[in-house]
């Protein structure tokens, strides 16, 4: 077996949950007139909820989702992973805040290579050495030290109760549990909260002791109560066991960057994202970009030549990912150039909609002047009109696997996400380059793409989703369902979806995705489909013309919007 297919198969075993929805139900409207929460757990859209009616705002919610989430849905929430947040203030300002993880100090650009130079497949996703430094509880503290209203110990409170009391985890937890308790097993040495004698059943409740007395740390010492004392101490503990690498000067050193957020028009909409170390941001514009000037509403909602322009704009966006998208603070990014208009529509110029092109014909863009899934995302509207869309990972399904022993949470399995040979794929099957090699103290690429839409300089949306390399694609897809197909937020989010990422040269689908008269025309133009499980958890809020919240939450999993 291939090491594609072995990882894309890996991958999506992580990533995928059944794909089986009442589709009725799935479209369901819900609204909200004052604030609105949207997430992966239940429990964790509660907590946001709560803390905006006790008079927080969009960033204490995110702060306590955050917390939550590492606790009620710990395949993706986290305190030992990072992410990125994008903040758009009442008034119009954006920030972005990048809580990316860093290579640990002693990583080098072959760590994962054998002998021969080949990827050892499990070095970079399995065990303590699959992970980089943590940066979520950095972020979170920089987070409220800048936009947060409430106590910082009011934000986390609810996160330490659930792990204290515990929570009854639903169906969906209860067979992931029970699927990952001989990796639990293998991975650590000391028990660990997921794994019980019994089978996890519906409703059993999950109490986490040692996760609750590293929360009561970082509660009443802030960061210092995670990157030094005993969590810190318990994390390096934790790297003997699978030859991880993490240092208590890693853990010391690290730091959540506040970054410019990039942001262009599609039509008449302002779209504002996440800059690298995401390449998000900069894909989607790419092709919305593309996109406007075709009449899209006209071709039709996943029509013929609707998904062949997706498909090929698809494309040409990763191939340019592969080449020029890494850490802005190791590798010169080409933002300007990349986001220029003409370079934009020279990708697309001369482009057939008679036949496919094909992947191995297109190669990244030549740039004037110029010398790059299991996550988790949550979106938030206060009552004051700020909103929050944060997107936040352990990379895979429990990261890599490892508990760290006395402190209760899980550590990412980050380090996959760096090109670990370039033009090798990695576990979603992305090719990278000399962009994204593995050097000490870089933060690894990422598709994470938190998003917020603005109309005539107003809130409109607030979007994003897990999905390792199909986070982008679907997205873009997801935005493109309201603004171009005038869909509401929920029909939106769970119309079934597509993804092409340049290399394999396939366009996955959903069941249902693509009319199949469409599909039929395609594939006699070249292109293959291969169906698949869910493509991404897409939890979006759009703000109606009548300023009502309406939430958009992924029956892919049990994503919940709640609000008032
Ligand atoms: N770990 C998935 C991503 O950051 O793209």
């Given amino acids: 077996m291939t090491r594609t297919i072995l990882l894309t198969s890996f991958a999506i075993s992580l990533c995928v949950e059944l794909f089986s929805f009442n589709w009725a139900a799935a479209q369901e409207i819900q609204k909200y007139k004052h604030a609105a929460v949207v997430c992966a757990h239940p429990e964790a859209a ?4 709560a803390i905006i009616k006790d008079g927080g705002n969009a960033v204490d919610a995110a702060i306590a989702v955050q917390f939550a989430l590492a606790v009620v849905y710990p395949n993706a929430g986290n305190i030992g992973g990072g992410g990125f947040m994008m903040y758009r203030s009442k008034t119009g300002e954006s920030d972005a805040l990048d809580y990316r993880e ?32 943590p940066g979520s509880v950095d972020g979170m503290v920089k987070a409220h030290n800048k936009y947060g209203k409430l106590k910082w110990k009011k934000d986390i409170q609810p996160a330490i109760d659930l792990a204290e009391k515990g929570f009854a985890v639903t169906a969906q937890q209860a067979a992931e549990l029970n699927r990952h308790k001989a990796d639990f097993l293998k991975y650590n040495s000391k028990p660990v909260a997921f794994v019980k004698e019994a089978v996890w059943k519906e409703g059993d409740l999950l109490k986490q002791p040692q996760l609750a007395a590293t929360l009561k740390l970082i509660r009443d010492k802030g960061r210092a109560g995670f990157y030094e004392g005993p969590v810190a101490a318990a994390i390096v503990a934790a790297m003997a ?50 996109v406007g000037n075709y009449p899209l509403s006209r071709w039709g909602f996943q029509q013929d030549s609707t998904v062949q322009l997706m498909v090929e704009v698809e494309r040409r966006a990763y191939a340019d990912r592969a080449s020029y998208l890494g850490d802005p603070d190791f590798f010169k990014v080409p933002q300007t150039a990349l986001l220029d208009t003409n370079y934009i529509q020279s990708r697309i110029k001369g482009l057939s909609f008679e036949k496919a092109t094909l992947s191995t014909d297109v190669k990244p863009g030549v740039l004037p002047g110029y010398e790059s899934e299991q996550t988790t995302h949550y979106s938030i509207v206060d009552a004051e009109g700020n909103a929050v869309s944060a997107t936040t990972t352990l990379n895979g399904s429990y990261g890599s696997l490892v508990v760290v022993d006395g402190a209760g949470f899980i550590l990412n399995n980050e380090m996959d996400d760096f090109s670990v040979k370039p033009g090798s794929p990695n576990m979603y099957g992305l090719i990278g380059g000399e962009a994204n090699s593995i ?113 958009g939450a992924d029956p892919r999993g049990n994503d919940t919007a709640s609000g008032f």
């Fill in 46 to 49: 509660r907590v946001g909820v």
């Fill in 102 to 133: 860093t290579a640990p100090g002693k990583a080098s650009r072959d760590m994962y290579l054998d002998a021969k130079g080949n990827p050892v497949i499990d070095k970079s996703l399995l065990g303590a050495l699959a992970s980089g430094v």
């Fill in 241 to 290: 066991h699978t030859q991880g690498i993490i240092s208590e000067q890693d853990l010391k050193e690290y730091k959540s960057v506040w970054r410019k957020p990039v942001s262009g028009s599609y039509q008449n909409y302002t779209v504002i994202s996440m800059p690298p170390p995401s390449s998000g941001g900069i894909a989607l514009l790419t092709m919305l970009k593309q």
């Fill in 439 to 551: 050097y000490a103290g870089k933060r690894m690429l990422s598709s994470m793409t938190p998003t917020i839409i603005e109309k005539d300089g107003k809130l409109l949306m607030v979007v994003g989703t897990p999905g390792g390399s199909t986070i982008i694609t679907s997205v873009f897809q997801t935005v493109l369902n309201v603004l171009a197909f005038g869909q509401g937020m929920q029909a939106a989010v769970a119309a079934p979806r597509f993804h092409h990422q340049w290399l394999p040269d396939d366009v996955t689908v959903e069941k249902g995705a693509i009319a199949p008269a469409a599909r039929a025309h395609l594939q006699v133009k070249g292109y293959t489909f291969k169906e698949r499980g869910s493509i991404g958890r897409v939890d979006a809020i759009l703000v109606r013309p009548d300023g009502e919240l309406e939430t």
